[in-house]
């Protein structure tokens, strides 16, 4: 039996700005976190991206002859640009975020009509983009001890990102990412017990540093779920999803399969299940609609990360199941109440 409270009914008390920030506000000790690990660079390639963000909402706004205030307040280009913002290395060029923000709002956003009418994720178009024509920038991850905090200083970080260092210099300083440093050593018929006892990427059950990121982007999603603001269906059955498959792969042959909790707490997995897949517009939207597309993106994303050329795989795989939110939502549509 259905359950309908009796009149009056009011209209619910919230926004698409209510919304975007309280995103925003899980966001901030995943972000903390990442300028405490990841070095000074995080912020200000955050603060470029919100700048490149508005500049170019309000430039489609004009041409579409749409009003700026609404849109331009409602918090959905900042959030795109945070996104993508946490999704690059932070010592990058400042023409990449400029590049990566610009083509997610004018491409995958107003190219569809605007907010809510974009098929695919914005933020992820933008990284996929970058990640295809920069592979170069878009990898020059710096070590861990040189971007720390106490180790390179505001303005080091900025004359990195708007100056023009000697190409030497920072070879020197480059490092893989953790998942990419696998792949390659792999490649190179190393075994993973070789490889992380000799490398100091690696941490307690993840990714050196990236491991307390990503718990603070756990919580930060709980407490989404816990307000309502995104649903459960979606994360759980990715992560469910990732950790089945890495445990059964690790079982088979566990010096060249990484274990399922390194899989969780690698890269941008946490960001991805809780902020990333469960984009309310090109997300699937049905109860069980919802279940299949995060099976979908779990398997995906093992499957890049395992035997594809890219070393994470989150961006392509929310991008591919995109494509297939239509379909799922169609065939996992709730029967009409009293139709058998």
């Known amino acids: 039996m259905l359950y309908t409270p009796s009149s009056p009914h009011f209209h619910a008390n919230t926004s698409v700005r209510k919304i975007m920030m309280t995103v925003m506000l899980a966001l901030v000790p995943g972000t903390i976190l990442s300028v405490w690990f990841l070095g000074w660079g995080v912020l200000i390639q955050l603060g470029i991206a919100i700048i490149a963000g508005l500049f170019a909402e309000a430039i489609m706004l004009f041409i579409r002859r749409r009003p700026l205030t609404p849109f331009l307040g409602d918090g959905s280009v900042v959030l795109t640009g945070w996104f993508l913002a946490l999704c690059i290395p932070p010592t990058a060029p400042w023409w990449i975020i400029v590049f990566g923000v610009v083509f997610a709002v004018v491409i995958a956003k107003h190219l569809y009509g605007g907010l809510g009418y974009n098929l695919f994720n914005p933020a992820m178009i933008g990284y996929a983009m970058l990640l295809i024509s920069f592979p170069k920038e878009m990898t020059q991850w710096l070590n861990l001890p040189a971007l720390a905090l ?86 759980l059955a990715m992560l469910s999803t990732l950790f089945i498959l890495a445990s059964l792969f690790y079982m088979v042959d566990p010096e060249r399969y990484s274990n399922p909790v390194f899989h969780l707490f690698a890269g941008a997995t946490m960001l991805g299940a809780f902020f990333i897949a469960t984009d309310p517009v090109s997300a699937a939207t049905t109860p069980h609609g919802k279940i299949w597309f995060g099976i979908g993106i779990g398997a995906l994303v093992y499957v890049i990360r395992t035997w594809g050329g890219y070393p994470d795989g989150i961006a392509f795989a929310v991008l591919l199941m995109n494509l297939t939110a239509p379909t799922i939502d169609y065939y996992t549509r709730p029967k009409p109440f009293g139709h058998e």
């Not at 004359?159 to 030497?168: S, W």
């Not at 998942?179 to 792999?186: G, H, N």
């Not at 307690?204 to 718990?215: K, L």
Request: proline fraction near 3%.
């Open 150 to 235: 106490d180790n390179m200083s505001f303005s080091d970080a900025g004359r990195v990102i708007f100056g023009n260092p000697v190409a030497t210099e920072l070879d020197a300083m480059s490092s893989a990412t953790p998942l990419d440093y696998i792949k390659t050593q792999l490649g190179l018929e190393r075994g993973l017990t070789e490889i992380q006892l000799g490398s100091s990427r690696f941490g307690n059950f993840g990714s050196a540093s990236f491991e307390w990121i990503a718990i603070a982007f756990l919580l930060g999603g709980l407490w989404l779920i816990r307000r309502g603001v995104i649903q459960w269906q979606i994360p």
